[in-house]
């Protein structure tokens, strides 16, 4: 049976073509997932398949094709007239997609959400023609005693197949410490929590038998099982992937059920196309002997219906394919959304691939083998729950290295009634839609005119995603960052240094405002409150910068400014190219203006240092090599330029700023990146200003206290002679101050941070020693002791901690909103 | 309800049982303590408001507090106990080193007790951590000229 396995091989490769195709649609359509990650093209390779997609939607429609042909050829075929409409009017879109290149041009527009549900009606259409075109197996109701020694038995084999895995994560993973027993808890602990979730779908599987014995009908019952995945589908889709992104209400509702419903089509498409062999059977043998239990035909997409040789090998490698699947999304994880995606991936096969190797006993249709099950799961799953603390914080480890269980104990977290409260005022805060927002004008200078101090040169890098911990001022271990030690040692190192915000899309905009923003991802009137910009003008600087995604939202293009970079996207800003540019427009300047440079290079982002290749001869020990390696490359062209500025006799008269928007997860507790999560490594960042001494004298500089990116811009203001207001704990403050000037109130403030993607928040207290964190998203709080070690770590938070948290978040989140004019609508 | 229709609801009402007990509460925070509370209460009066007792118990309840025993430093210096106040601004050293106000408030106690070297030791650190700070910079030339 060559033709039906081929064909059911093409039918899965199509649908993961359009499914692609639609989900890159939706991502555009979200105004998050498309400022975040399609705008600014972090994953390169997205851009790639959306140039080449009209060219494999061609092949897609090629490939059906030939395998249609039988149906194209004979008008009385079976299916004839389905297969030939299908073919027009796959032929007809591909070829417009030739002609227009839809994704190209959608951008974050409606069409992207119409293109999205009309990309899905092709794989549905397909799997209807296929339907009509193949035959079905005769089919017998489902084997119950089958399915529940299946559900048992693949529970084992999935909570194995991630527990053979846990040895080579832990030891890619950083900080965690698990006691020989903690991994027996683990492993008890996954294993009850799969079970518990193997039995629930056992549940609604006898469910939908019992319902379906009414008709004494199996192929009922098989499409009850299909309607049963495709609101399965719906739902992880909406709770878990559209939640994630932002993505909610009725047009995130429409997609999910659209992705839903093509998921389940297309199962069924190659379901049928798998059992062809059983009809082949049938004929030969009779059909009352060799007919197909409904579940067993359910199952055929993974497990095919004749051998079991198939489902041996899926079982086989279930443990490198979840440790496979996990490992390549890692890195580039959503808050580990792609890893809880690859769980259930690995939950339908093993479920599917188990069921095909457990024999049958004929016509086992007894209901209370699975009723004793099920009282067991929930007697386990309920064990494992009540236990006591010490043990929770040890699964609580486990979890960080087993993706199952994450999935399991993040689902499973229920607030209080205050708390949910709590938490939906924090969303209320949150991705705030720009119309209810009306942007103030912020000023740190009334009336600000040209300043009275000779305007030095100013040069901010701002290094995406460099940690404090990976350069040597701030960590005597690091030995790969010399340059940048060197221009510590003449500058002045920030210990305490922190970023208001957990993401590029906020961090950036605090620096230029000087202050905090209201939640949310356009930055509409920017200009009334670009505090950094108002500074540059005034003094006449020449601003010699990047145009990143965000930047370009914030600053005007002007015939005053110089862009470097030109024609490179937010991800390809290399520090060594932009400062060999620089140096060469700083050769040809107009003297009689000084310079301001902006760059938010990228090298030591996750998503591109990970790609580059360790030099031969480069080893980091106790360091991400990847990032490591990159950061010796920003050393070595930093100190460059700063020898550039030296020879040029502008290094005495330069404010040089090397700094990060935030930092980075490297592994930690299973971390990687940054997204929602809002942790010590991510929050503290370097800060290293270098000042001309002519700025120095008469300046008093508290490098021990609590600072943030955000105090840059009034910071510049000092440093030029102005006297900037203090417009509060949300905003900047100058780092330099008079010499008697009391800098105590950074020692004692409670200041609020926030993720710049979610509803978390946190409030940075005791001069940056302690962090307590709010997290609405994940539905957990927790608190740091950032004095303890390089980077800080968990401890236990009080009721009266956290108490405290909350009223100072709301209370500042609502200066916040009162600022912004936002009256959020609850 | 007949034997029937049990069958047919039993699987459903398993699963209704499943749902509703799948959820935990999230973890559930500690016992209830007033240490920030009381570090609050200590910012918002100002340390003269409150006695050694309020100040001893605060830090009881946080002791890793900086301000208060600087508060309570302070306060010892003010009735003349600088045994006591020193030992204080030497706590809130040894948990914030870089202090630059608690460097030049034990200075200052220190050159009250003719300890010169002790005094410019101090403004000498606070002036690596405060560049150009008032406070320490006039500690420094006091202890110098000593």
New interface residues.
């Given amino acids: 049976m060559i033709r039906p396995a081929a064909t059911a091989a093409a039918r899965s490769a199509n649908a993961a073509f359009f499914l692609s195709i639609a989900a890159f649609c939706f991502l555009s359509y979200s105004p998050f997932a498309y400022s975040q990650f399609i705008k600014p093209n972090v994953v390169p390779d997205l851009n790639d398949f959306v140039v080449l997609s009209p060219w494999f939607f061609a092949l897609a429609v090629l490939v059906t094709t030939l395998t249609l042909v039988p149906q194209l050829r004979a008008s009385d075929a079976k299916g004839s007239a389905a297969a030939r409409a299908y073919v027009a009017a796959a032929s007809s879109a591909a070829l417009w997609a030739l002609w227009r290149r839809p994704l190209i041009t959608i951008g974050n527009s409606f069409s992207g959400f119409v293109i999205g549900i009309g990309a899905l009606a092709f794989p549905v259409a397909l799997a209807i023609v296929d339907h009509v075109v193949w035959p079905a197996p005769a089919l017998t109701a489902t084997d119950r005693g089958r399915a529940v020694r299946a559900s048992v038995l693949a529970a084992a084999v999935a909570c194995a197949a991630y527990a053979i895995g846990v040895p080579f994560r832990l030891r890619q993973a950083v900080g965690i410490e698990i006691p020989a027993y903690g991994f027996a808890l683990g492993m008890a602990g996954v294993f009850a929590d799969t079970l518990?979730a193997f039995?629930?779908i056992l549940?609604?599987l006898?469910?939908v038998t019992?319902?379906a014995?009414?008709t004494r009908n199996p192929a009922l019952e098989y499409w009850l099982f299909v309607a049963l995945l495709a609101s399965a589908a719906t739902l992880v889709l909406y709770f878990l992937v559209c939640a994630a992104i932002a993505f909610t209400g009725r047009d995130a509702w429409i997609a999910s059920a659209a992705l839903g419903v093509a998921i389940a089509a297309t199962w069924s498409d190659v379901a049928r196309l798998r059992s062809q062999s059983a009809i082949d059977q049938q004929s030969s043998t009779g059909n009352q002997q060799s007919a197909v239990d409904a579940l067993a035909l359910f199952a055929a997409p993974v497990a095919g219906i004749s051998s079991r040789r198939a489902a041996a090998i899926a079982v086989g490698l279930l443990p490198v394919v979840a440790y496979t699947l996990a490992a390549s999304v890692s890195r580039l994880d959503w808050n580990f959304l792609l890893q809880k995606l690859g769980v259930f991936v690995v939950w339908l096969v093993a479920l599917t691939s188990v069921h095909r190797l457990t024999p049958s006993r004929a016509a086992d249709r007894r209901?209370l083998p699975?009723?004793v099950v099920?009282l067991i799961a929930?007697a386990l799953?309920?064990v494992v729950?009540r236990l006591p603390?010490s043990a929770?914080v040890l699964l609580e480890r486990y979890a960080a290295v087993d993706p199952s269980l994450r999935l399991v104990r993040d689902?499973?977290?229920?607030?209080?009634a205050d708390?949910a409260e709590y938490y939906a005022y924090l969303r209320s805060q949150t991705l705030v839609p720009p119309q209810l927002v009306r942007t103030p004008d912020v000023d740190f200078v009334e009336r600000l005119g040209p300043s009275r101090v000779r305007p030095p040169h100013i040069f901010l890098f701002i290094i995406d995603s460099l940690r404090r911990d990976y350069v040597s001022p701030y960590n005597p271990a690091v030995s790969f960052t010399p340059e940048i030690a060197r221009l510590a040692a003449d500058s002045?190192v920030f210990?305490r240094a922190f970023t208001r915000y957990a993401g590029t899309a906020l961090a950036v905009p605090s620096i230029w405002a000087g202050g905090m923003t209201i939640h949310t991802l356009e930055q509409h009137d920017f200009e009334r409150r670009n505090t950094l910009l108002k500074l540059l003008d005034a003094n006449r600087y020449v601003r010699m910068m990047d145009f990143d995604h965000l930047v370009e939202e914030l600053v005007p293009r002007d015939a005053g400014m110089v862009q470097l970079d030109r024609g490179k996207g937010t991800m390809d800003v290399d520090v060594c190219t932009t400062v060999a540019e620089l140096e060469q427009r700083l050769g040809g300047r107009d003297r009689a203006r000084p310079v301001f440079f902006y760059s938010l290079p990228q090298n030591v982002h996750i998503a591109v240092a990970t790609r580059r290749a360790v030099p031969a001869g480069e080893s980091y020990p106790g360091f991400y090599p990847s990032i490591a390696s990159s950061i010796r490359r920003i050393d070595g062209c930093l100190g460059g330029f700063v020898e550039f500025l030296k020879s040029n006799d502008l290094y005495d008269d330069s404010v040089l700023i090397v700094t990060s928007d935030h930092g980075d997860s490297l592994g930690e507790e299973g971390r990687w990146g940054h997204a929602y999560f809002m942790v010590p490594e991510v929050m503290r960042i370097p800060l290293i200003v270098h000042l001309p001494p002519r700025l120095?004298e008469?300046?008093?500089?508290?490098?021990?206290a609590l600072t943030f990116s955000s105090d840059l811009a009034p910071s510049l203001y000092a440093l030029l002679g102005y006297d900037p207001v203090d417009r509060g704990r949300l905003f900047g403050r100058p780092l330099f101050t008079?010499?008697?000037a009391d800098?105590?109130w950074r020692?004692?403030e409670q200041f609020l941070v926030a993720s710049s993607y979610g509803a978390v928040f946190g409030i940075l207290r005791?001069?940056g020693?302690r962090m307590e964190v709010i997290d609405a998203v994940g539905?957990?709080?927790a608190a740091y002791d950032l004095?303890a070690g390089l980077l800080g770590r968990q401890v236990?938070?009080?009721?009266?901690?956290?108490?405290?948290t909350r009223r100072a978040v709301a209370q500042q989140l609502g200066e916040l909103a009162s600022v912004f004019h936002y009256h959020a609508d609850r | 309800m007949s034997a029937h229709w049990i069958?047919?609801v039993?699987?459903?009402a398993?699963?209704a049982?499943?749902?509703a007990?799948?959820?935990?509460?999230?973890?559930?925070?500690?016992?209830?303590?007033?240490?920030?509370?009381c570090a609050?209460s200590t910012?918002a009066q100002g340390a003269g408001r409150l006695t050694f007792a309020d100040l001893e118990r605060c830090l009881a309840l946080d002791p890793?507090?900086?301000?208060t025993m600087a508060a309570l430093g302070a306060a010892y210096e003010a009735a003349h106990r600088a045994g006591d106040a020193e030992v204080q601004y030497r706590r809130a050293l040894g948990?914030?080193p870089?202090?630059?106000?608690a460097h030049v408030a034990l200075g200052r106690l220190l050159l009250a007790q003719r300890d010169a070297a002790g005094a410019r030791r101090e403004a000498d650190a606070a002036l690596r951590?405060?560049?150009?700070?008032?406070?320490a910079?006039r500690l420094a030339a006091e202890a110098r000229a000593r």
């Fill in positions: 518990f039995t629930a549940l609604a006898v469910a019992t319902i014995d009414e209901l699975a009723f099920s929930l799953y309920h729950l603390p929770d689902a499973q977290l229920k607030s209080s708390t002045y210990d120095r008469g300046v008093a500089v508290d490098l021990a008079s010499a008697d800098p105590s020692w004692r005791q001069n020693r539905g957990r709080d004095s236990e938070e009080t009721r009266a901690m956290s108490d405290e | 069958r047919i039993w699987p459903l398993m699963l049982i499943f749902a007990t799948f959820r935990r509460p999230a973890a559930d925070r500690a016992a209830a303590g007033d240490a920030v509370d609050q910012r890793g507090d900086v301000e948990v914030e870089h202090d630059a106000r951590w405060h560049p150009g700070s008032g406070p910079a």
